[in-house]
């Protein structure tokens, strides 16, 4: 069993997306474990996404992912990480693939409805960033 952070970023959360996320998590087995509602500061954004700290688009990022509440949660089930990715689509919704969740809803790069963690590393700092283990079901 492995387990994923996942994100509905401010976008989704705004356009009222949570469900149809939702939605099409639990239709694949994929359980959720660990789930909560809560507005980052830019300094919490900004942790978060220290890995992309030099990137060109860092600010613009993390002051997205503060503008609004967002719904993290922790996904579990075999090859979570992956499926979940491959549920999102890729990063820029036009070059997701059809009946992802960016292609269909997405509306630009930064602004594409859902995080998900890229691997087992990232998932583990991710998951510990937003949850300790009371707040996780076994
Ligand atoms: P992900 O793993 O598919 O989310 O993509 P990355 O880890 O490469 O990037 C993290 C997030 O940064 C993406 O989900 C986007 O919200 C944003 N992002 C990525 N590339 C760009 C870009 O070229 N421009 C802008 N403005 N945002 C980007």
């Known amino acids: 069993m492995e387990r994923t952070l996942s994100i509905i970023k401010p976008d ?5 997306l949570i469900g149809e996320v939702i939605r099409r998590l639990e239709k694949n087995d994929i359980r959720i474990v660990g789930m909560k509602m809560l507005w ?27 503008s609004g ?3 993290v949660m922790v996904l579990e089930g075999e090859n979570v990480i992956e499926k979940n990715r491959t549920l ?12 992802t969740i960016r292609r269909d809803f997405a509306t630009e790069i930064e602004k594409n409805v859902v995080h998900g963690s890229d691997a087992p590393e990232t998932a583990a700092f991710e998951i510990g960033y937003f949850f300790n283990r009371f707040e996780i079901v076994a």
């Open 88 to 99: 999102m689509g890729a990063t820029d919704p036009t070059k997701a693939a059809e009946g």
């Open 40 to 66: 980052m500061t830019r300094e919490q954004a900004r942790g978060f996404y220290a890995v992309h700290r030099e990137r060109p688009f860092f600010d613009s990022l993390t002051n997205f992912m503060s």
């Open 12 to 16: 989704g959360v705004t356009r009222g």
């Open 69 to 71: 509440p967002v719904v």
